[in-house]
C-alpha cells in the first residue's frame, strides 16, 4: 500500500509540474533555464522510481513518467536547437524510448541527433545501435551499408570492429539470420581444417 501511495504521490507531482508549466508558459516565453530545471526535474523523479523499481521485483514501469520526461527534452528541443544542452536532450529522448521498447521512435531520434551532431561523443555506440536495427529488427541492406560505412569513416576505429563491419559489408545480401549460419558454417570448416592438420 505504501508503494501505491508512493507512485500516486509522484504522479501527483508529475500532473501539478505539467500544469504549472502549461499556465506559464501561456503567460511567457519558455526559457532554457526553465526547461532544463523541468527536465532535471523528470531525470530526479525517474531516478526516484527507478531505485523503487530494483527494490520491488513486482514493480511495474511508469510509462507516463517517460513519456513525461520525452516531452520536455523534445520541447528543450525545439524551442532550442542551437544550444549545445540540445545535443543531451535528443540523446535522451531517444534513451527513454529505448528503455520504453518503442524502438521506431528511439531510431528516429538517434537518426536526428546523429545528424545535427555528427561528431557525438557516443557516434560510434549510437550508429551500431542503428546498423543492429536495420539489420536485426528491420532487415534493410541501404541502411546497414550507410551505417557501417560511416563506422569504418571513424578514425582510430578498433581494427576487430573494423574487420566486423567489413564482413557484413562483404555479406550484405545476407538476413541476421543468415550471416550467424555462415559464421557458424565458417568455424566449423575451421574446427575440421585444424582437426585435419
Not at 527513454?96 to 531510431?107: D, P
Not at 541502411?143 to 574487420?163: D, F, G, S, T, V
Amino acid at each position: 500500500m505504501k508503494k501505491l501511495i508512493f507512485v500516486f504521490g509522484i504522479l501527483l507531482t508529475f500532473t501539478a509540474c505539467t500544469d504549472q508549466n502549461a499556465d506559464t508558459a501561456s503567460n511567457e516565453a519558455p526559457t532554457i533555464e526553465g526547461l532544463k530545471a523541468s527536465i532535471k526535474e523528470m531525470d530526479d523523479s525517474l531516478k526516484v522510481l527507478m531505485d523503487e523499481a530494483v527494490k520491488s521485483p513486482e514493480y511495474k514501469m511508469n510509462r507516463v513518467a517517460y513519456h513525461e520526461a520525452i516531452n520536455r527534452n523534445k520541447d528543450f528541443y525545439h524551442n532550442f536547437p542551437e544550444d549545445p544542452y540540445a545535443e543531451t536532450a535528443l540523446d535522451k529522448i531517444a534513451a527513454l524510448y529505448l528503455q520504453l521498447n518503442v524502438e521506431s521512435e528511439s531510431v528516429k531520434w538517434r537518426d536526428t541527433l546523429l545528424t545535427k551532431y555528427p561528431n557525438t561523443k557516443n557516434k560510434i555506440g549510437l550508429l551500431e545501435l542503428q546498423m543492429n536495427y536495420y539489420d536485426f529488427n528491420e532487415y534493410n541492406p541501404e541502411k546497414i551499408k550507410l551505417y557501417a560505412n560511416q563506422l569504418l569513416a571513424i578514425e582510430n576505429l578498433p581494427a576487430e570492429k573494423r574487420e566486423q563491419y567489413e564482413f557484413r559489408l562483404k555479406h550484405i545480401d545476407k538476413t541476421f539470420e543468415e550471416l550467424i549460419e555462415l559464421q557458424l558454417s565458417d568455424e566449423n570448416m575451421l574446427v575440421e581444417t585444424e582437426e585435419v592438420k
